[in-house]
């Protein structure tokens, strides 16, 4: 369905069932799977903003199946020819959030409204981001991680934690593991890999390195929590207490 005061360009893909609601915009760079769902408002495969962008250049936006962008939403094209800003299937992108160019965004994702995604900005599966929080570019946000509103995240989030103010780790997500059916003795590993690597002292990278060499981590969830911490170009947020207890010595 298409509005008729929308805007769908030329060589725009759409897929089965979608809804493109009035004054909504979808250029040619957009491909959207089934069922996606675009608002009033929303720019789905604008330029980047980038001051050096060639316009000519082919990049794209790609939209997975089911999900929802609501009213004035703004999803950027990449700036290399070929590469495309990619949205996974069944996220939900509240008001006025902003995907800026080469993001990629895992499924199942919850940005709320006014949430700021600079570019190049990498978020796991099943993460949720709360209002008017800001990521800065090349930042890498783990999967099933919670980000409190208002944040201003400079750094990489590990897998499963909660982040809230500037960078600051306060724990695991519980609330979002049990909901994912995540058994017990995976959160009983979770919980003991956090704590070798927010609650020690040292080189965080090489903390979780030492904690995946030497712990008999036996879940799948565990390990690739540790491993989290083998990449990146941001350096990571560090635990809350950690960070207090630094500041008072």
């Known amino acids: 369905m298409i509005h008729p005061s929308a805007i769908v360009e030329d060589g725009a893909q759409l897929g089965v069932d979608c809804e493109i609601l009035a004054r909504a915009i979808v250029t ?6 089934d069922r996606v769902v675009v608002h ?7 330029d980047p903003q980038y001051i050096k962008f060639d316009r000519a250049t082919p990049s794209f936006v790609r939209v997975g199946e089911g ?27 509240m008001a006025n959030s902003h995907l800026g160019h080469d993001c990629a965004l895992g499924d199942d994702v919850v940005l709320a409204n006014n949430v700021m995604l600079a570019g190049h900005v990498d978020v796991g599966s099943f993460t949720f981001i709360g209002g008017g929080a800001g990521i800065h570019q090349f930042c890498r946000i783990g999967e099933s991680a919670m980000i409190s509103g208002l944040s201003r995240i400079s750094r990489d989030l590990a897998p499963f934690t ?23 003795e995976a959160i009983g590993e979770l919980k003991t890999a956090f704590r070798a690597v927010y609650f020690g002292l040292g080189n965080i990278r090489e903390l979780a390195a030492t904690a995946l060499a030497n712990g008999n981590y036996t879940t799948t969830e565990a390990r690739r929590f540790l491993e989290f911490f083998a990449g990146g ?10 960070t207090t207890e630094a500041s008072d010595a």
């Open 40 to 46: 009033p408002g929303a720019v789905v495969g604008g």
């Open 28 to 33: 040619r760079h957009a491909v959207l799977a």
């Open 233 to 242: 170009k941001r350096g990571f947020a560090r635990s809350a207490r950690t």
């Open 162 to 184: 909660i982040t809230a103010e500037r960078d600051e780790v306060s724990g695991l997500n519980l609330v979002g593991l049990k909901r994912r059916g995540f058994s017990r």
């Open 67 to 93: 999900t929802v962008i609501r009213e004035n939403v703004t999803l950027n094209r990449a700036i290399h020819a070929g590469n495309s800003t990619v949205i996974g299937a069944r996220c939900f992108l």
